[in-house]
């Protein structure tokens, strides 16, 4: 059910791929697993927000090149953990 609210998108305001594979990553990595359904979306909102401005190149790389990478995944991966630890969402 956390994925598929992930996948709800705003008419006409589609997602890029980098940060779909973002919000996927944190949903492969069990980031959302222990949010109540409803915190699902402002966790991702928040979680894409801070990632385009800590990460903002890697993000830009996934979207012009489609290079989906190893060190792109862990970089990422450790953000997503980083951000759920704060729980600045």
Not at 52 to 80: C, M, P, Q, W
Request: negative net charge; proline residues 2%.
């Amino acid at each position: 059910r956390r994925v598929t609210e992930l996948m709800k998108q705003g008419q006409y305001q589609p997602l890029s791929v980098a940060d779909m594979s973002l919000s996927l990553l944190a949903a492969n990595t069990g980031a959302l697993d222990d949010l109540p359904l409803e915190k699902v979306i402002a966790f991702d909102s928040a979680l894409r927000s801070a990632a385009h401005a800590e990460h903002g190149d890697a993000l830009k790389s996934i979207n012009e090149t489609g290079d989906y990478n190893e060190d792109i995944i862990a970089r990422l991966t450790r953000f997503v953990e980083t951000f759920k630890a704060q729980g600045t969402y």
